[in-house]
């Protein structure tokens, strides 16, 4: 079980980019993928998923209506569209499956995430 995040770096205040995150190993077509992000000092937040069938998505305020999550079933590939970013966006992002979401409130956890791959840096600068 492979999952590979990509697409991260250094933009200023405003910016975009865009995440990517490979799969491999497993049957990705079954699995909810989330993006989750962890910033020094900080407690690691659940920014958005997508889910496996019909592409239901979530995202926590914090990023609403900035972010943007899609899916490619045939590639195993999931992106995370990154725009109007702001220095308090700057984390390590993660992309991570399970296959099914848990949701305390309005806040997606990490909890029935399974698989984990390594994170990518952003940063944002101001």
């Known amino acids: 079980v492979q999952l590979q995040a990509s697409g991260g770096g250094l933009v200023q205040a405003g910016g975009s980019l865009r995440l990517s995150c490979a799969a491999s190993?497993?049957?990705?077509?079954?699995?909810?993928i989330g993006w989750f992000r962890q910033a020094p000092g900080k407690e690691r937040e659940g920014v958005s998923y997508i889910s496996s069938r019909n592409a239901n998505t979530y995202y926590s305020d914090s990023v609403k209506g900035r972010f943007t999550i899609s899916r490619d079933n045939a590639k195993n590939m999931v992106y995370l569209q990154m725009n109007s970013l702001k220095p308090e966006d700057t984390a390590v992002y993660y992309c991570?499956?399970?296959?099914?979401?848990?949701?305390?409130?309005?806040?997606?956890?990490?909890?029935?995430?399974?698989?984990w791959g390594k994170g990518t840096q952003v940063t944002v600068s101001s």
């Open positions: 991570a499956a399970g296959l099914f979401v848990m949701v305390f409130g309005t806040k997606f956890t990490d909890l029935s995430m399974n698989y």
């Open positions: 190993g497993f049957a990705f077509g079954d699995y909810v």
